[in-house]
Nanobody, 114 residues
Framework: VQLQASGGGLVQAGGSLRLSCVASGIIFSAYDMYWFRQVPGKQRELVAVITSGSRTNVADSVQGRFTISRDNAKKAVYLRMNSLKPEDTAVYYC?????????WGQGTLVTVSS
């Protein structure tokens, strides 16, 4: 199983980015998918989750600004990030849990300048 994340970059405060995470080696539609983020020296933080049935939930800190979605045909999960703030700067990771194993993508860096 592999997860390939992309879409990070440098953006000014107030701007937008869309992160993508493409999965291989799993029956993608059967799994809940997650986006986390991590700032150096801090714990990894759950940002958003989308269930296999496409129910979504996002962290309070990004509510109203970030949207998670999925395309099962493409085996992809997306994180649309609007109205970005400097405090959103982090490495963003996608994750799937298969049985007792957490499988992480390689991370994509998002930097928001003020």
């Amino acid at each position: 199983v592999q997860l390939q994340a992309s879409g990070g970059g440098l953006v000014q405060a107030g701007g937008s980015l869309r992160l993508s995470c493409v999965a291989s080696g799993i029956i993608f539609s059967a799994y809940d998918m997650y986006w986390f983020r991590q700032v150096p020296g801090k714990q990894r933080e759950l940002v958003a989750v989308i269930t296999s049935g496409s129910r979504t939930n996002v962290a309070d800190s990004v509510q109203g600004r970030f949207t998670i979605s999925r395309d099962n045909a493409k085996k992809a999960v997306y994180l649309r990030m609007n109205s970005l703030k400097p405090e959103d700067t982090a490495v963003y990771y996608c994750k799937v849990t298969r049985g007792t194993m957490n499988i992480w993508g390689q991370g994509t860096l998002v930097t928001v300048s003020s």
